[in-house]
């Protein structure tokens, strides 16, 4: 039998049909009709911007220098401010141990869990890529450290170095007892200043460079631990110290470490040249790894941007020494309220890179390989460029050049001179901080005259 229409219509229609009666009906209906007719032109109103009171805000030295160096089209120019690793030809250099732990990523199809299959893109945890952070700390502190045997290590992945710098100021401005004094070298790194000044902390500087003998002043040094007050925390550069180059000896650094235990510091290592500085990674470490055995309270921040030449996937780590194992996961439990509010969870990918080659034997070796590479070839630079100097008859002392060590070198250049090199096309930053790794085979003897032309008037006798 024919299903009569009431039957057949939705139990909800005539609900609904009766309360769009309703709605056209009420004030509501005739108020919102009202709102929205159409009055004439629209107005325009002239609202104040929030940011109209805001300036241009100044570029630091670096990325200073790297502008003044883009907006000259010369072919002649130079650069020798960024702190990226370039081959002898100038172009970027993919390491051959990274290239083949690509290869074993993507066919592997591992996930960050470690299960195989479709390869994914899942968050990470707080802390990061387990594979990648154990391996961070084995390369830090030795394998066969007995923090590591001793689970006394907390370690967390980074947002590469600058974001390990930047959770471990946070984390000492919230979870010390007291927030002492950041003590960092004169000069350091531009980032240094911002990165405590930001999370609360008086920054003051330590005696370090010496302008005299362009290397290392250690009475000044040492003298400026002896008179920073108990428990401060001095921020120290592991190796290749940016900007200078300068870098304590091993028996120096033993000479001062009875003075950071008797003044008990605080000693953060930023490590951003492990391996990269003297093609020893074993040798960079010496620092960091002696403290901490010998009871020192250390932090270590970890970059992989320069010794992987993983610069755009920004990967490293920080690691905390715990003074005994039971303090290990409170650290690490601080150290995730600090990650959580911050950016969640690090990215994967270059987690991945890393763990793949210290975790694959093979690829760990290649990789020796591979920053030993990188090392000569800014030792050779270094060297190239004061043989040519010499041979332009330079009667300036340059060995300095080749004393320093890492990524970049104090010249010794005055700021007139350095503005007379940009007027050769040549680029450095005006504190005269040069990026070694800009040298190459093709434009040092270019360099070496530029250098020569702007040095000579100033070193003739009178």
């Known amino acids: 039998a024919p299903i009569p229409a009431s039957a057949s219509a939705s139990p909800l229609a005539s609900s609904v049909s009766h309360s769009a009666s ?119 502190f030795g394998a066969h450290s007995p923090l590591i045997r001793d689970d006394r290590i907390a370690t967390v992945q980074g947002v590469s170095g600058t ?51 362009r290397g290392l002043n250690l009475d000044a040094f040492a003298a400026s631990v002896g008179e920073a007050p108990r428990g401060s925390i001095f921020l120290l550069h592991a190796c290749a110290h940016n900007p200078t180059g300068v870098d304590p000896s091993h028996e120096q650094w033993e000479q001062l470490l009875p003075l950071f235990q008797e003044k008990g510091h605080i000693c953060f290592f930023d490590t951003a040249y492990q391996g990269f500085a ?15 055995e010998a009871g020192v309270p250390v932090l270590v921040a970890q970059s992989y941007a320069k010794n992987f030449g993983l610069y755009g996937q920004r990967i490293g780590a920080l690691n905390v020494v715990a003074a005994d194992p039971s303090e290990t996961p409170r650290i690490m439990s601080c150290l995730n309220q600090v990650i959580r509010p911050m950016y969640s969870n690090p990215p994967l990918h270059g987690a991945r890179l890393v763990a793949t080659v210290f975790n694959t034997p093979e690829l760990a070796q290649q990789w020796r390989v591979d920053v030993r590479t990188m090392a000569e070839r800014i030792i050779g630079a270094r060297a190239a460029l004061v043989s040519h100097l010499e041979e332009l008859g ?35 930053n005006l504190d005269g901080r040069m990026s070694i790794s800009g040298i190459n085979s093709s434009n040092v003897r270019y360099l070496a005259q530029c250098m020569h032309e702007v040095t000579a008037v100033r070193d003739v006798p009178v």
């Open 163 to 213: 974001g390990a710098l930047r959770v471990a100021a946070e984390f000492l401005s919230r979870f010390l007892s007291r927030r002492p004094a950041v003590f960092v070298s004169d000069p350091t790194y531009v980032n240094h200043y911002p990165i405590f000044e930001n999370t609360g902390f008086e920054v003051r500087e330590y005696k370090y460079y010496d302008e005299a003998t």
């Open 22 to 140: 309703a709605f056209r009906s009420s004030p509501l209906s005739r108020g919102t009709a009202s709102a929205f007719a159409p009055r004439g032109p629209t107005r325009h109103f002239a609202l104040a911007s929030p940011w109209a009171h805001l300036e241009l805000a100044p570029l630091d030295g670096n990325h200073a220098t790297a502008a003044a160096f883009e907006a000259d089209p010369s072919p002649l120019k130079v650069n020798l401010g960024r702190g990226v690793y370039k081959d002898d030809e100038g172009k970027s250099w993919v390491l051959p141990c990274v290239q083949e732990a690509e290869d074993m990523i993507m066919h592997a199809k591992q996930n960050a869990d470690g299960s195989k299959g479709l390869l994914g893109h899942e968050y990470l945890k707080f802390d990061g890529f387990k594979p990648f952070t154990k391996a961070s700390a084995a390369f830090a």
């Open 394 to 428: 330079s009667t300036r002392d340059w060995s300095h050049i080749t004393n320093q060590i890492g990524m970049f070198a104090y010249s010794g250049l005055a700021e007139d001179e350095v503005r007379g090199l940009r007027d050769l096309h040549v680029y450095m």
């Open 278 to 292: 003297s093609g020893d990674p074993d040798h960079d470490a010496f620092a960091f790894r002696l403290f901490a």
